[in-house]
C-alpha cells in the first residue's frame, strides 16, 4: 500500500472517531502532523485521491447552485400538537397492523439534507428543497465532516439528516464574528446555502443522519435504518426509542421534551414512525405526508415585550390587517421585532395597547403572535381604530370584523395583487416581485394586472434598474405566461378563499374560465374543497363587472388558460411503481414516459398498484408487489409496450 494510501485511510478513521464518535484517539497535533506529510506528498505527485481528507477544506465560490432532483421524493411529515391528535394516530395505525411498534426520535430543528452514493462513494449532496428537487450544495458540504466519503454499500442510495450547528459552536463563532449570528437554524442554512463554501466550513455545521431515504435493499425497520447508517460510518444521534403502544411513546415523548432543553443542538420535537417498513408500505403516502409517521411538536416558546406601536398593512383585497411593532426581544433563537395580530376586534379583546407590555408566541417560523396584554392596568395609549386608509387616504370601509380601503387602485392593493398574480404557483412571472410592481405602478401606470401585457422595452427603460437583459427576461417570462394551465390561471385570479387545492378542483370541475364564470353557487358548494363562504365568493368575484372586465383585458391578450388533459396512452388507468435499477432509463426519465402514456407513478407498492417495472436487483418492493397480485414486468417488456405505443 502506498504511503498516500496508508495517509488517507488513518486521517480518515481518525476524523471518524472524532467527528462522528465524539471520541478522538489521538492528539490534533498527531493529526496535523500526517495531514500536513499528505498535503506535501499530494503536491509532489500532482494527484489528489477521491477520498482524500484534503479534498474538505472548502473550495472555491461557486457561481449559483445547480438544482438537481431527488431519487425518491423527502417527504415532510404531518404534525400533531396535541396528544389529542397522536391518540388519532396511534388510532390509524392500530387499524393497520396488530400491536404496532413504533420508534420515537428527536425532530431537530435544522436543514434537511440528503446526500447521494453510488458504487460505494459520495456523489453528491442536495438540500431538501420542495421535496422533490433541491439545491447541489455538495462543495459546501464536502467541508462538514460527519459524513464519509466512502462506505460499505455498494448500491445507489440517498441518505437523509439535518445540518445543525451546535448551540455551543454557534456562541463560539459569535464571539469573534463581525456579524453575529442570532439563531442556530437560520446560521446553518445561511452556512450550507451559501454560494463560497469558506463561509460553510468557518460555521462548522455537522449532519445528523436518521434515514435511508432511497436503497434497493430491504432495511425492513426504522431501527434497521439507523444500524445502517452506523455501519456505513454515518453520524447518527444517539436515541432512538423503540415502544410498543400508546403509552410507551407517550413516556418517550416527554423524556425528549425535558432532555432537550440540555441539548446542544435546536430541537422542536419528536418524530413517531413505525419501526416496521413493510407496514409503511401498505399504508402509503397521502398527497403531503406519509401515513405511517407524525412529528409531534413541542407547545411554542412564549415571550414578554413591549408594544410600540401598532401600523396597519393593506393587503390585495384591501383589508387592514394590524401589525405589531414590538421591542426586540429574543425568542427561539431569533430575535422578534414584529407580531400579528387580526383585527381591530382582536386588539381590543387582547387589550393591546401601545406602550404596553404583552405576552408573544411564536411557533415554526411564521411572525409571532401577540397573546394578550400583560398590564394589571390600563398603561400606555389605546389604539385607534383608523378612519381612513394609511396609504391613499380613502375613507375606509368595516365589513364583518375586518376594515377595508375600498380604493381599487390603492398601491399596496396593486402591488398585492400583481406580486399574487405573478407568483410561481400561478402564472409564474419570474423577476416581477412586489418591489418591481411597485415601480410598475409608480412610474408606469400599471393598475391591473392586464396591463402586465402591454408592457414594452421602451416603457422598462425608464425604470431604474431596468437594463437590456433584465428587461429581456421579464418581458419574456410574461410573454410565456400566456401559456397557463388554467387551475393556476383560477388561482392568480385572486379570489378570496380560492387556494391551489380549491382552483385545481375548478378547473378540473369546469374545464374553462368561462364556463366557471357562469357556475351556480349549488354548483360550486358541490365541491370537495369549496365551501359556502368560497362559493359565495366565487360568484361575486364574476358578477363583479370590473372584475369581469379585468378578465376579459387578460383574455384578450392572448393568455390561453388550459385544461389539463390526462395523457391517454398504454399505460391509462394503470397506478405503476418502478424498483430495481434499469440499465437504459434513468429513473425520472421512465416516470416520465409512464405519464406521458396515461400511467400513474407511485413511490411505493399499495393496495392500489396494478403494475410493477422491476429492474436490476429490485428488492422488497418486488415481494410485496407479487403478495398484492399486482402485475410484474421487466425492462426489455417494459421497452417492447413503450415501442408498440410509437
Ligand atoms: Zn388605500
Not at 425518491?72 to 400533531?80: M, W
Request: net charge neutral.
Amino acid at each position: 500500500m502506498s504511503r498516500i494510501r496508508e495517509l488517507i485511510d488513518t486521517l480518515n478513521k481518525w476524523a471518524y472517531e472524532y467527528y462522528v464518535l465524539d471520541n478522538p484517539s489521538v492528539e490534533d497535533r498527531e493529526y496535523d502532523r500526517l495531514y500536513d506529510e499528505l498535503v506535501r506528498l499530494e503536491k509532489e505527485s500532482g494527484r489528489v485521491e477521491f477520498d482524500s481528507p484534503t479534498k474538505r477544506v472548502g473550495g472555491e465560490p461557486v457561481k449559483a447552485f445547480a438544482r438537481h432532483k431527488h431519487i425518491s421524493r423527502l417527504y415532510s411529515l404531518d404534525k400533531a400538537v396535541a396528544y389529542g391528535e397522536l391518540d388519532a394516530f396511534f388510532a390509524r395505525m392500530e387499524k393497520a397492523g396488530a400491536e404496532p411498534e413504533y420508534t420515537v426520535e428527536y425532530k431537530f430543528d435544522g436543514l434537511t439534507m440528503c446526500l447521494t452514493y453510488d458504487g460505494g462513494k459520495f456523489v453528491r449532496a442536495t438540500t431538501r428543497g420542495n421535496g422533490t428537487e433541491g439545491e447541489d450544495v455538495t462543495a459546501q458540504c464536502l467541508t462538514i465532516k460527519s459524513f464519509p466519503l466512502t462506505v460499505e454499500y455498494k448500491g445507489l442510495m440517498e441518505v437523509q439528516g439535518e445540518a445543525v450547528i451546535r448551540l455551543s459552536v454557534l456562541e463560539e463563532y459569535n464571539k469573534t464574528a463581525k456579524e453575529p449570528l442570532k439563531n442556530a437554524r437560520n446560521a446553518v442554512a445561511g452556512a450550507i446555502r451559501n454560494l463560497d463554501p469558506r463561509v460553510t466550513a468557518e460555521r462548522k455545521p455537522e449532519i445528523l443522519f436518521y434515514n435511508v431515504n432511497y436503497i434497493e435493499e430491504d432495511l425492513k425497520t426504522q431501527s434497521g435504518h439507523f444500524e445502517f447508517l452506523k455501519r456505513n460510518g454515518f453520524k447518527v444521534f444517539p436515541f432512538l426509542k423503540i415502544c410498543r403502544g400508546a403509552d410507551e411513546v407517550k413516556s418517550a415523548i416527554e423524556e425528549i421534551e425535558t432532555c432537550r432543553k440540555s441539548l446542544d443542538v435546536l430541537t422542536d420535537g419528536a418524530v413517531v414512525k413505525l419501526n416496521d417498513c413493510s407496514l409503511r408500505e401498505t399504508l402509503g403516502y397521502t398527497d403531503k405526508f406519509p401515513r405511517w409517521a407524525v412529528a409531534y411538536k413541542f407547545e411554542a416558546e412564549e415571550s414578554v415585550t413591549t408594544v410600540k406601536k401598532i401600523i396597519w398593512q393593506v393587503g390585495r383585497t384591501g383589508k387592514l390587517t394590524p401589525l405589531a411593532i414590538v421591542e426586540p426581544v429574543e425568542l427561539a433563537g431569533a430575535t422578534v421585532r414584529k407580531a400579528t395580530l387580526n383585527n381591530y376586534g382582536d386588539i381590543l379583546r387582547k387589550k393591546v395597547r401601545e406602550g404596553g407590555k404583552v405576552l408573544i408566541r411564536r411557533s415554526n417560523e411564521v411572525i409571532p403572535e401577540i397573546l394578550g396584554s400583560l398590564d394589571p392596568v390600563e398603561i400606555g395609549e389605546a389604539v385607534e381604530k383608523p378612519t381612513v386608509c394609511p396609504y391613499c387616504k380613502s375613507a375606509v370601509v368595516e365589513s364583518g370584523a375586518n376594515i377595508f380601503c375600498p380604493n381599487r387602485l390603492c398601491r399596496p392593493r396593486i402591488t398585492g395583487k400583481i406580486e399574487h398574480f405573478a407568483q410561481k404557483d400561478a402564472m409564474d412571472i419570474e423577476g416581477l416581485s412586489e418591489m418591481t410592481a411597485g415601480l410598475l405602478y409608480d412610474k408606469l401606470g400599471v393598475r391591473r394586472c392586464s396591463d402586465l401585457y402591454s408592457l414594452t422595452a421602451d416603457n422598462l427603460a425608464k425604470l431604474e434598474g431596468f437594463k437590456e437583459k433584465k428587461i429581456k427576461n421579464l418581458l419574456s417570462a410574461i410573454e410565456k405566461s400566456k401559456d397557463i394551465a388554467l387551475e393556476r390561471f383560477i388561482f392568480a385570479l385572486g379570489i378570496d378563499g380560492v387556494g391551489k387545492v380549491g382552483a385545481r378542483d375548478l378547473a378540473k370541475t369546469f374545464g374553462g374560465v368561462r364556463r366557471l364564470a357562469s357556475a351556480s353557487e349549488e354548483e360550486l358548494t358541490a365541491l370537495e374543497n369549496i365551501g359556502e363562504i368560497t362559493a359565495r365568493a366565487v360568484t361575486g368575484w364574476f358578477a363583479d363587472a370590473d372584475n369581469a372586465q379585468e378578465l376579459e383585458l387578460l383574455l384578450s391578450a392572448g393568455i390561453v388558460p388550459k385544461a389539463s388533459q390526462k395523457a391517454e396512452g398504454v399505460f391509462s388507468g394503470e397506478y405503476v411503481v418502478l424498483t430495481g435499477t434499469l440499465t437504459k432509463y434513468k429513473r425520472s426519465e421512465a416516470q416520465k414516459i409512464i405519464e406521458e402514456l396515461g400511467g400513474e407513478c407511485q413511490s411505493a407498492v399499495t393496495s392500489k398498484t396494478t403494475l410493477v417495472v422491476a429492474g436490476e436487483s429490485a428488492g422488497s418492493k418486488l415481494e410485496k408487489a407479487r403478495k398484492l397480485g399486482a402485475k410484474i414486468i421487466d425492462e426489455a417488456k417494459f421497452e417492447e409496450i413503450i415501442s408498440s405505443e410509437n
